[in-house]
């Protein structure tokens, strides 16, 4: 009797027995390489996984990644996504939002200048930069279900990272060509086309970096303003340092470091270990179905053999220069064009599609054993974030349902605290300020409650029992106010103070606020 390990070990021998060889030069190297000839005009892509996992040494320098064109379901998908959201973050600043006479007309800036956070409708002060963190905050909580649920899929699609990074490899291959081609131009010597190429590649890359940083400093001024202002040299001197220093960044980071900061630099891959399980979806390589692996003649059967050809197109196209059959890698960003890429190749050997494929470890085990794909995204661990996500968004919810359009604040003046009228009556003095958040003038009448036989009076308007309190658009008032209690009205309040209530009730709307005080005598 033949052992299941040695009738798979004969099976392999009698497959690479019956292989013919041919020599064939490697353009990319100086010897002749001897490769196995492959079925259905598929040639094994000379290329090695820079960053395997199992010779990955503590220390090393950089093996530059040279990435392969893929095709298929998911590249089209980060194609889609790389335009719309660089589409969104270069056009942005110049859509235009009517806010009213007066009011920054930019649908979405950070007005530093006043201190304020425009975002079409929404307009966030000062005061209310809460709503910020909340939204930080259901962003980070998104960002943990997401890998829960599907492992490093922000990376592999909406990090800005791997957005950028793609658009410059997409500008390096249109001036330089596909990877082989690369490959081939940097092992020549420079001559008037490895420059030529070379220079346009780099000169395109810093006018995508330039466009970059000056999107940037637009979302923090009005940017036809801003715009000609920096053309003609009179911005403010911020705008040129952040413009430099994010397009500096941006050539450095998404053109030369590329799939370096994934690996070194950026701590999500370190943190993701934590929030992802034996349910969470993950770009797997099916080993039970590819192994044992190997190249595959026309006139040979699939028996004793797995569905892995070891052509290499899988490594070739990762943009982090791993071997997804390595097993789960801290490098692996789920980009999932390694599945395009074996896809491809398992239409043109006639096997279904899946040998590499977004699996659970889970899965993984059940397949193994003759099961079915198991999905189970509903799980405590995706629970608790939903749940958690939803008693944040609630409380962020209403918080902007109860924002006001109309604010308040009142100070009482300390020196003095008070003072004694020459007809025995006590006047405080206090600074009221009105706060107007809507976009057109409102006008306010201001009075007080809770202090009884009290008369308010504001500076300028003496005389009137009931001022009216006039704020522009999307601004402060400050007024001076004085509260006066007679001498017949003192006995009736307790204490050195008294506390009371001013009132500013909106002519128009009738919508009020109130502020409370306090009203101190001897």
């Known amino acids: 009797m033949i052992s299941g390990a040695a009738r798979t070990a004969h099976n392999e ?10 020599e064939v030069k490697n353009p990319f190297l100086d010897d002749k390489k001897t490769v196995a000839a492959e079925a259905h005009g598929i040639e094994k892509i000379d290329v090695e996984a820079v960053n395997r996992k199992a010779e990955r040494p503590q220390y090393a320098s950089r093996k530059k990644v040279y990435p392969k064109r893929g095709h298929g379901f998911f590249r089209n998908v980060k194609w889609l996504v790389m335009a719309g959201t660089l589409a969104v973050y270069y056009l942005l600043p110049w859509l235009r939002w009517n806010r009213g006479p007066g009011l920054p007309n930019q649908a979405v800036m950070l007005d530093i200048d006043n201190g304020r956070i425009f975002f079409f409708d929404l307009a966030i002060w000062p005061q209310e930069l809460y709503l910020v963190t909340g939204f930080l905050v259901l962003s980070a909580l998104s960002l943990f279900l997401f890998t829960a649920i599907a492992g490093r899929v922000w990376c592999g699609y909406l990090c800005w990272q791997t957005v950028w990074t793609d658009l410059m490899v997409a500008v390096e291959r249109f001036w330089q060509g596909d990877r082989n081609a690369r490959i081939r131009l940097d092992k020549e010597s420079w001559s008037a086309n490895k420059f030529f190429r070379k220079g346009m590649t780099h000169l395109s890359w810093i006018a995508i970096a330039a466009a970059t940083g000056g999107a940037f400093i637009l979302y923090f001024r009005d940017a036809p303003t801003l715009a000609h202002e920096f053309v003609t040299g009179q911005a403010p001197l911020p705008s040129y340092v952040f413009f430099a220093l994010l397009t500096g960044f941006t050539y450095l980071l998404g053109g030369i470091a590329r799939e370096q900061v994934c690996i070194y630099m950026c701590p999500w891959p370190r943190i993701q270990g934590a929030m992802i399980d034996s349910d969470s979806l993950l770009v797997t390589y099916r080993d039970f179905r590819g192994e044992p692996r190997g190249p595959l003649r026309k006139s040979q059967g699939w028996e004793g053999r797995g569905d892995c050809i ?16 390595d097993g789960g890698q801290l490098e692996c960003i789920q980009c999932a064009l390694c599945i395009d890429a074996c896809n491809e190749i398992m239409d043109k050997v006639g096997r279904p ?18 099961g079915g794909l198991k999905l189970n995204i509903i799980r405590p661990r995706t629970m608790l974030y939903a749940g958690v996500i939803s008693f944040v968004g609630a409380i962020v919810g209403y918080a902007l349902m ?66 009216l309190i006039s704020v522009v658009p999307d601004d402060l008032r400050e007024i001076r106010a004085y509260v006066t209690v007679p ?19 909106d002519a128009a709307g009738g919508q009020k606020t109130t502020r409370g005080t306090n009203f101190r005598k001897p």
Do not use: W
């Open 13 to 22: 021998r009698g497959v690479r027995s019956e292989m013919t060889t041919i």
């Open 310 to 325: 070891d052509c290499n197109a899988c490594v070739a196209v990762c943009p982090m220069g791993i071997d997804i059959r």
């Open 353 to 370: 599609h899946g040998l590499i494929a977004y699996d659970t470890h889970r899965s993984i085990q059940s397949e193994k054993k003759g």
């Open 402 to 467: 109860s924002k006001t359009t109309l604010e308040m604040n009142v100070i009482a003046e300390r020196n003095p605290l008070y003072v004694q009228l020459s007809d025995g009556g006590i006047r405080n003095t206090f600074t009221v300020k009105i706060l107007n958040k809507r976009y057109e003038t409102h006008t306010f009448k201001l009075s007080i409650d809770g202090l009884p036989g009290a008369k308010m009076s504001v500076l300028g308007q003496e005389g009137e029992e009931t001022p």
């Open 487 to 505: 001498k017949s009205e003192l006995g009736k309040l307790a204490g050195e103070k008294s506390e009371f209530h001013f009132v500013a009730t």
